[in-house]
């Protein structure tokens, strides 16, 4: 390939498409950034998706490399642990790093968004190229065809990625070419989200914490914004007497929330014009391979590898993927066709590891933390983390405040976990032992 003439296309210009242009001009290509939506610098919003979120380690040291992270963090809001919602009494704040100074950060997704497209087309050579919605791709020759608003389009690329999202057209179109396999789990959940103003003037819940309203088989969580208000978000199930479409009118929202969330209802005006008019999102898990073909057309962040959001890493992952493939192309001398595979190799079980372990956090995040059984887990496993520091490190730390692989996190805390079972094995063999002898004294006598 001629990086002077020949022009790589990027499909979707969201997070991971637009840091991707970026490094790949640092790498002296040019590339056609191509999004279905209008500029979304022109401030038209899209209802529907989430509003912020929470950026940890993994997406800082992405943007860190491009000399992004100031600039985003400038307006980040740090969230230093869970605040937990009971349905009646206070609610309680658990840290979530043993030091207590450790956050994660609500950003909005729109202005990070934004910051990202920026820095894409202030490159020399990066042209974005919008209101195009990809319909067709041949993955053996890289044509591609768009529906646009003045009808169809076509343009040819030597490497085409898609960083096009959980509903890829680019895995859909290697899909149609027989390429790939794919599997889509969707959760028995959806997601609504509703907004908190300001409350004169300032936050009106505490804008330190991540907020949850563990409700058992549901929750509500809340992050905080720039501009003073929350984004709160329902997750509930999309079928039965829980489900969203459950609640049919102004008074059945109010009774509602009047009983399952009584702390929100006063500071949450627009409750019933949010609950009826914002959509219901879905959620799962994507799961695809191979994920490229021909050594000329890939896939990464949610196009490859969408999870669940529980764990607020589905951004976090496809940033740092891009940084995994910046680092293939070097090792493979930019030669895609040793570069693809290779990235796929070394990300493929990070992203079925994340993907796990987000599930698994939706548990956590619903139900268990309401539990005092898991508070108390939470403080053993803190002062563990003191008490070894760098020996013992807790799967939330290892996850969101280190960059250290998902697959290898999984594999740490398991050993980690085996350990203390076997300490906790030795301490009660130990104690039987004592007993047993303090009990034969006894009975000697
Ligand atoms: C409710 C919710 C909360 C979340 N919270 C967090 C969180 O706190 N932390 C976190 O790290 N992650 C979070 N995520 C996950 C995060 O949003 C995604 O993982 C992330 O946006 C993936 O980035 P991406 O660039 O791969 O895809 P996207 O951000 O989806 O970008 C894809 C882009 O491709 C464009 N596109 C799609 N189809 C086409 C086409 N045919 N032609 C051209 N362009 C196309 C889209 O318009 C879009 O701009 C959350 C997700 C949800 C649903």
Not at 355 to 372: G, Q
Request: charged letters at 20%; hydrophobic letters at 40%; proline letters at 6%.
């Amino acid at each position: 390939m001629n990086r002077e003439h020949d022009e790589i296309a990027v499909v979707g210009a969201g997070l991971a498409g637009c840091l991707l242009a970026c490094f790949l001009a640092r790498r002296g290509y040019r590339v056609a950034l191509y999004e279905r939506r209008p500029d979304p610098r022109t401030g038209r919003v899209e209802r529907g998706r989430s509003i912020n979120l929470a950026l940890s380690e993994r997406g800082l040291d992405a943007l860190r490399r491009i000399g992004l992270d100031e600039q985003v963090m400038a307006d980040a809001l740090p969230m230093r642990g869970r605040m937990i919602h009971p349905v009646a009494g206070e609610p309680q704040f658990q840290s979530y790093s043993s030091s207590g100074d450790r956050a994660i950060n609500s950003i909005s997704r729109g202005a990070l968004n934004n910051a990202l497209l920026d820095a894409a087309t202030a490159r020399p050579g990066v042209r974005a190229v919008f209101d195009h919605r990809l319909v067709g791709l041949d993955p053996a020759t890289g044509d591609l065809t768009f529906e646009t608003p003045e009808g169809k389009v076509t343009a040819n690329a030597p490497v085409v990625l898609g960083a096009d999202g959980a509903g890829s057209a680019v895995r859909g179109q290697l899909l149609a070419h027989g390429l790939l396999t794919e599997s889509l789990d969707f959760l028995d959940y959806g997601y609504k989200e509703l907004t908190v103003p300001p409350a004169g003037g300032d936050f009106a819940l505490d804008p330190d914490a991540l907020h949850i309203w563990p409700r058992g088989t549901s929750m509500m969580i809340a992050l905080p914004n720039p501009d003073r208000s929350f984004t709160c978000t329902l997750f509930w199930p999309t079928h039965g007497t829980a489900a969203f479409a459950s609640l049919g009118s102004p008074a059945a929202i109010e009774r509602h929330f009047a009983e399952h969330y009584p702390d929100l209802v006063p500071l949450a005006p627009n409750l019933v014009d949010d609950y009826q008019h914002n959509p219901v999102g879905v959620l799962g898990t994507v799961r695809c391979t191979p994920w490229q073909a021909n050594g000329k057309v890939g896939l990464l962040g949610d196009a490859a590898h969408a999870i669940v959001p529980f764990y607020g890493q589905g951004a976090n992952c496809a940033l740092e993927d891009v940084v995994e493939l910046d680092r293939c192309l070097d090792e493979c001398g930019d030669d895609w066709s040793a570069a693809l595979p290779l990235f796929q190799q070394r990300r493929q079980g990070n992203a079925e590891a994340i993907a796990r372990m987000a599930l698994a956090n939706f548990v956590e995040m619903r139900d268990k933390v309401a539990s005092p059984l898991f508070q108390l887990g939470r403080r053993v496993e803190h002062a563990l983390e003191r008490a070894l520091p760098g020996r013992y490190v807790s799967r939330y730390e290892l996850v969101s405040f280190s960059t250290t692989p998902y697959a290898e996190v999984a594999r740490r805390v398991r050993r980690q976990h085996q350990a203390l079972g076997v300490v906790a094995a030795g301490a009660a063999a130990l104690l039987v032992g004592a007993a047993g002898m303090v009990l034969g004294r006894g009975r000697r006598r």
